[in-house]
């Protein structure tokens, strides 16, 4: 195991101590464990590994040590075997509802007997967790709301994570002999930011074949329906995935069927009809003569197409990309000819929201620049946190002068082709104040406010803490504007066309967070707010440098939000991000 993969295990540890109401020093011990770990060298942890020096490590006692070597050597601990088995498998499950802590679950489970989720519902339902002291009706109505998210959420995946899943198995298909073509279809395709399943399409005249290779993927664990074309399986994360094979003749109208959405089907479908066609699965067919339409195309009296582009041409429309296909005026702008050039992932030149080692990231300035640098990007923005995030290890004055001293340093000394803005992910406090005073955010090349407390405001104040944040002058943009968490928290109850309004007036830009848990500000504002002006930084959040990849996610959302490169800062030369930065 790696130190950071062990890390994880401490906390895991930290964690279960906690909810079995340990003593507060061991939980605080393997906690603080971890984030030794975590700042520490990998080879210098081998080196004290080797020697069997770990302990020398302030902080890391002998048996801590011990632990961390059984799970370097080995990647189990036999400790943790046991620390999982004592505890009712219910309560570890009671951490996955959001806002619940260890501490609170220990204080349900002793005083109520309460052992699952289930039970803990039915007794918010009977009002007996607001009874227990520390609770209150308040703080019931939220756990009980955790628990219906959590089903909700339990239901669909990351996007990001099932592309993981969907890829190679497109690529799998792609080079079986039988298989003529192969496409992924449904939300994945569209770029969805969660997905409910995966769903593929494939041509082929040997659908038996196809289907086997399909359901005994390794990775498949349970078939939930088997048929000649149609299938349908489970994966071990639980995400599902539907299999369609159809000859080839079929393939183009199976794909944009399956590729939807429903209302953008129901829109091309009355389209096709107002020109006495009839569109579906099957294909595109007369409304006039005998029979079903499936019958029709499968007697070949069907229109043939070649591709996607040829099927949308016979009913008069540009080629729509998938990620437009959301029933959201893409017809009537294809129709025009003037659907958006929409950005590609190509057109990034940087990216301004990335942390260092300095705050909570897990590599130093000279790694991520280097890395940004491999992904040719001509400026990379350095914006850690601010001393109010102390969670995130966020940086003082003193410590933030420090670092853009040291990256001016780096920047003149021409060691990196990448050139690094140095800024600040600067906290807004609870009443849209900064978390710096002018003086200092003066002497920063710009800086990005983010809330990180306080997300339960109510509309009224969070607006106006977001609206007076958004119109300080030394604010270059916002960040992760909603704080939402996909599939694990809502985001914060704001006036957003009011905060739009004030961004576009006082040339603030607004943040598309891309970190693939983010995406915020949501895919589904940003066209009307780009068209009226307002200015979008595509920003990873980066806290490593395989972080920084994550702009893709980024770009994902942002074609679903018809932006083009013009409305993207990190599309543009540094020079003239340089110039922005100085006017703003
Ligand atoms: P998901 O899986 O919930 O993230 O969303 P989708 O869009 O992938 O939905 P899914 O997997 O149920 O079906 C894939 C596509 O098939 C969907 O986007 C449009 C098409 N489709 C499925 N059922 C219907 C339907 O009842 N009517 C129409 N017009 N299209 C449908
Ligand atoms: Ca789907
Ligand atoms: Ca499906
Ligand atoms: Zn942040």
Redesign the pocket.
Known sequence: MTKNEIAEVLEEIATLLELKGENPFKIRAYGSGARILESMEQVDVDRLLEDDDLDSVKGIGVALAQKIGELHATGKLEFLIKLRASIAPGLVEMLEVPGLGAKKIKAIHGKLGVNSIEGLAKACADGKVAELAGFGAKSQDKIAEGIRNREAYGK?HLWWLAQEVGRPIVEGLRKLPQVVRAES????R?G?E??????FIVASAEPELVMTWFCELPEVKEVTARGETKSSVRFESGLQA?LRIVPDEQFVFALH??????DH??AM?QRALERGLSMSEWGLVSVEGEGTAKEKAERGEGEGVKDEAALFAKLDLEFIPPALREGRGEIEAAEQGELPRLIELGDLRGAFHNHTDASDGKNTLAEMTAAAEALGWEYLGIADHSKSSFQANGLNEERLLKQVEAIRVQNESGKFRTHVFAGSEVDILTDGRLDFDDEVLAQLDYTVASVHNALGQDEATMTARLIRAVENPHVTMLGHPTGRILLRRESSKVDLAKVIDAAIANETIIELNASPWRLDLDWRLWRKAAERGLMCAINPDAHDTAGLGHVAEGVNVARKGWLEAKHVLDTRPLADVKQYFRIK
């Open positions: 669909r279809a449904g939300s994945s569209r969805m969660t997905v409910g399943d995966l769903d539907d069927h399956f590729t939807g959405s429903k089907n129901v479908r």
